[in-house]
């Protein structure tokens, strides 16, 4: 069972940045794909962004594309979201994850307590 925590959220004002991290423990790192998802109030949670165990993949929700940026540093066993250009619309709960299998069909079942992201002037 890994273990993942996520910190970097926090509040910004609408056109600002903030990068999200997670760390995974307990398990190979390079064995997982990675993704953020995120959940909003009275919303569904819905995936942000992924990665795929290698990098060599990625995946980006149509309303982040452009903004946001997912990456890994599997030496430090580290994913990171870069969010630029935030607007209201992203302020959610933000939740590290991780899964296995193929990149396209993966379960993510390993997740992070959430790291809440406010976006508000």
């Known amino acids: 069972q890994v273990l993942l925590e996520e910190s970097g959220g926090g509040w910004v004002q609408p056109g600002n940045s903030l990068r999200l991290s997670c760390s995974l423990s307990?398990?190979?790192?390079?064995?997982?794909?990675a993704a953020w998802f995120r959940q909003a109030p009275g919303k569904e949670r819905e995936p942000v962004a992924k990665?795929?165990?290698?990098?060599?993949?990625?995946y980006y929700a149509d309303t982040v594309k452009g903004r946001f940026t997912i990456s890994r540093d599997n030496a430090k066993n580290t994913v990171s979201l870069q969010m630029n250009s935030l607007n209201a619309d992203d302020t959610a709960v933000y939740y590290c994850?991780?899964?296995?299998?193929?990149?396209?069909?993966?379960?993510?079942?390993?997740w992070g307590q959430g790291t809440q992201v406010l976006v508000s002037s």
């Open positions: 994850a991780a899964g296995r299998g193929p990149f396209a069909t993966a379960e993510f079942n390993s």
């Open positions: 307990g398990g190979a790192f390079g064995d997982y794909h």
């Open positions: 990665i795929s165990s290698r990098g060599g993949f990625l």
